[in-house]
């Protein structure tokens, strides 16, 4: 009877030893993860959403010594936004501009992008319009290349970033983070126009497709804000108004239940210069266009505006229609 208490006592005593050891363990795990995901840099979701550049820092030795605010300087109307969203860039401007050339807006550039860190970043640029969209096509003619990459020195903050794009530049681009409009919604992406649809009197009479190499037309949608930009460097030559393309930045609100798009314009680039875009924009920021959209499935949607054939007009077309897919 004695031997058999022992044995239980021994027992029990192994027992709480054995508990204790795996309790100890479990708390360093716990421990251990939680420091790790306090650990992890968010960079690569900070970086994402639309930026604003509203000046430019002056460095010296690479270091910051005064900010230069477009606000403060000889053209106060500079205007420069910049969206990155997955793995996608896209930006553009209402200066870079060139008398000489027949387009008399700003420029903007498209492509990829890849964050390595809060202090490095490069974009690989593949189109663009304006001076922008000219220069690549000419650099990736010559250099038999599908984009031209920029290797950047960046500081990435929770809501500024600046941007060095040459290792010896004595400036750098300083930019603030726009805040989001609206709630994430089912038309926030990238997405590239596949088709164009004709309309008269409501009716579908004509389907053209937007091959990638003729022309490019991509529109960033995120939280209430969008941006497009149409690289039109291979349907016209460079001594013609066509080859500067166009692009625009604006707001826009997703009625889901009534499936209607209404995007407010704001101003415009490439082509745009200012008489157009005033005259686009009489209200100064109270242009609204609405489209009707379908969407057959989550990365394919149709938006067609009935009202207005834009550069079908010419065509007999009442309405127009533009299919756009998601890039992914």
């Not at 230069?68 to 200066?95: C, E, G, Y």
């Not at 079908?312 to 890039?327: D, F, M, W």
């Amino acid at each position: 009877m004695q031997v058999f208490q022992l044995i239980q006592q021994i027992r029990l005593i192994m027992i709480k030893k054995i508990f204790f050891v795996l309790s100890g363990i479990l708390v360093f795990f716990s421990c251990n993860n939680n420091q790790t995901n306090q650990n992890v840099d968010t960079y690569e979701e900070d970086i994402l959403g639309f930026w604003s550049r509203t000046g430019t820092i002056q460095l010296m030795n690479g270091i910051a010594v005064d900010t230069l605010a477009f606000k403060d300087s000889k053209t106060p109307d500079n205007k420069q936004i910049k969206a990155f969203l997955t793995d996608r860039v896209m930006w553009i401007n209402n200066f870079w501009k060139d008398s000489l050339a027949p387009w008399k807006g700003g420029s903007g550039g498209y492509g990829r992008f890849n964050i390595y860190s809060r202090d490095s970043l490069t974009e690989l640029m593949s189109h663009g319009t304006g001076l922008m969209g000219a220069g690549l096509k000419k650099y990736k003619e010559e250099q038999d290349s599908d984009f031209q990459a920029w290797n950047m020195s960046i500081k990435l903050g929770d809501d500024e970033f600046s941007q060095k794009n040459r290792p010896k530049s004595e400036f750098a681009e300083y930019w603030e983070k726009l805040p989001d409009l609206k709630p994430k919604s089912r038309i926030d992406g990238v997405w590239k126009r596949v088709y164009e649809i004709a309309y008269v009197n409501n009716v579908p009479v004509d389907t053209t497709s937007a091959p990638s190499d003729i022309i490019l037309d991509v529109k960033v949608m995120y939280r209430g804000r969008y941006m497009y930009q149409v690289d039109q460097t291979g349907m016209f030559d460079e001594n013609e108004l066509g080859h500067g393309g166009f692009g625009g930045y604006g707001t826009f609100e997703l009625d889901s239940e009534k499936n209607i798009l209404k995007e407010k314009f704001l101003w415009g680039s490439g082509g745009w210069n200012e008489e157009d875009a005033n005259a686009a924009n009489p209200d100064s920021g109270n242009y609204v266009q609405s489209h009707e959209i379908t969407f057959f499935n989550d990365d394919l949607f149709l938006q067609v505006d009935s009202q207005n054939a834009g550069v079908l007009q010419g065509s007999g077309a009442t309405g127009r229609g533009l299919v756009y897919k998601r890039i992914k």
